[in-house]
């Protein structure tokens, strides 16, 4: 009896969610809401407990349209943090579930040598920490189908952040540049965060019943005044990165501009 009364309860907190949020945030508008979505998901969390409050509204097609994405962009977040035995654990296992879905990942993604980093230095006229070897800076290199994962989750992330922060559903006349990095950005000290933490005045609490998860995801936004455009600086593990600018007017953007978006397809 216990157990049948916390079930209906459940379906009844969730047919409130809907009805409260009765259209898809991901994919422009075009959809009713069917599930709920939790971005970041589960996978992202030490024994899959995920912060409170980043719930979305959802159609079927956009809640299943990225399980891959989240295990590559869990798995690149776990690689220069491996100081907790589960996020050892959890990087072997989504290692694993990621080979099996695409075969060409691992050889797609390795840690940069040293040359590659000390070119990587010289383009970026960054200099290397005092004290630091190159071996220390987590420079990574991949190919095109880790780019397209991480663009493609990174899209739908700014897309729940947008709806939060603005209560509104980004149309497809709206667009999201992506840009990603990994902690090396700010070992380098090439001037991009600390810019960027300085345009981003909020940061939320990161929390699960009481505990604070800041050390596994956190982030700073910043909405315009006319609330038609906001930037998001994500952090997972403080070792990956994921910057999104959205705009409600894609032309906004410069015509050149790559990594550009539109709201997320999940077909």
């Known amino acids: 009896m216990i157990q049948t009364h916390l079930m209906g309860r459940h379906a009844q907190v969730r047919q409130e969610f809907l009805n409260k949020h009765p259209t898809c945030c991901f994919c422009g508008g075009m959809r009713k809401s069917q599930e709920i979505d939790h971005v970041p998901g589960r996978v992202f969390f030490r024994n899959r407990q995920w912060p409170e409050g980043y719930e979305f509204p959802a159609c079927a097609n956009c809640n299943r349209a990225t399980g891959y994405e989240e295990k590559v962009i869990s798995f690149l977040a776990r690689l220069n943090t491996?100081?907790?035995?589960?996020?050892?654990?959890?990087?072997?296992?989504?290692?694993?579930?990621?080979?099996?879905?695409?075969?060409?990942?691992?050889?797609?993604?390795?840690?940069?040598?040293?040359?590659?980093?000390?070119?990587?230095?010289?383009?970026?006229?960054?200099?290397?920490?005092?004290?630091?070897?190159?071996?220390?800076?987590?420079?990574?290199?991949?190919?095109?189908?880790?780019?397209?994962?991480?663009?493609?989750?990174?899209?739908?992330?700014?897309?729940?952040l947008w709806y939060k922060h603005t209560g509104t559903i980004l149309s497809h006349t709206g667009g999201v540049r992506i840009t990603w990095m990994t902690n090396a950005s700010e070992m380098l000290g090439d001037g991009t965060l600390e810019n960027?933490?300085?345009?981003?005045?909020?940061?939320?609490?990161?929390?699960?019943?009481?505990?604070?998860?800041?050390?596994?995801?956190?982030?700073?936004?910043?909405?315009?005044?006319?609330?038609?455009?906001?930037?998001?600086?994500?952090?997972?593990?403080?070792?990956?990165?994921?910057?999104?600018?959205?705009?409600?007017?894609?032309?906004?953007?410069?015509?050149?501009v790559q990594n550009l978006e539109s709201p997320f397809d999940a077909n």
């Open 82 to 160: 491996n100081d907790h035995k589960l996020d050892e654990k959890d990087l072997v296992k989504l290692g694993k579930d990621i080979a099996i879905h695409d075969p060409s990942f691992m050889n797609a993604i390795r840690m940069a040598s040293a040359n590659e980093i000390r070119n990587y230095l010289r383009q970026s006229r960054a200099n290397k920490p005092i004290g630091v070897t190159l071996s220390d800076i987590p420079l990574i290199k991949v190919g095109p189908v880790v780019d397209q994962a991480v663009r493609r989750y990174g899209c739908k992330l700014m897309l729940a």
């Open 196 to 256: 960027t933490l300085a345009a981003l005045p909020g940061q939320p609490k990161m929390v699960r019943n009481s505990k604070h998860l800041g050390d596994q995801f956190i982030y700073r936004y910043g909405v315009s005044e006319d609330g038609k455009g906001a930037g998001f600086l994500v952090w997972f593990r403080q070792s990956f990165g994921i910057l999104g600018l959205v705009a409600e007017d894609k032309n906004l953007f410069k015509p050149d």
